[in-house]
């Protein structure tokens, strides 16, 4: 997981509330051609700076097997025929985004998320694949949802 973030050189206000927006999806095969995993990127803007949690953040609400665990969700669909259809994978692509401090007085930050999500779903030979995609941060305020594009993978 790859997490890149910068400030703001003059104060601007952003809600409270995570704002994300797509960016991109890069495949990653691996060894034999296939698209195994990808790294998705997404930017970000939050206007109180709380977004991240620390190794040690694993007490209610973050702790383990609750919801706010994880501060970024990634929902996993298969399109069948145009139909998009939930699938739970294996292995999850929830995340925990690590902790961003700001050392100002303007907490509004902006930046840039890339995450590695695992792609290609072994029980599956469907070769069409994209993701919803949301963050939280530590006051619990949830992101606004986005979809990536249609990825086509190689099985």
């Given at each position: 997981m790859l997490l890149i973030f910068w400030g703001c050189k003059k104060h601007v206000?952003?809600?409270?509330e995570p704002i994300i927006t797509y960016s991109s999806f890069t495949k990653i095969p691996n060894n034999t051609?296939?698209?195994?995993?990808?790294?998705?990127?997404?930017?970000?803007?939050?206007?109180?700076?709380?977004?991240?949690?620390?190794?040690e953040d694993t007490m209610y609400p973050f702790n383990p097997g609750n919801k706010y665990y994880y501060d970024f969700f990634v929902t996993y669909y298969e399109i069948h025929n145009g139909v998009l259809e939930t699938i739970v994978l294996p292995v999850s692509n929830n995340s925990r985004i690590p902790l961003v401090t700001i050392n100002s007085r303007n907490k509004s930050i902006k930046g840039v998320i890339q995450m590695e999500l695992y792609i290609n779903n072994p029980l599956s030979t469907n070769d069409s694949i994209c993701f919803d995609v949301s963050i939280c941060d530590r006051a619990l305020h949830e992101s606004n949802i986005i979809r990536t594009d249609t990825i086509r993978i190689i099985k």
């Open positions: 206000d952003y809600p409270i051609g296939k698209d195994d995993k990808g790294i998705l990127e997404i930017s970000f803007t939050d206007g109180d700076g709380d977004i991240g949690l620390a190794p």
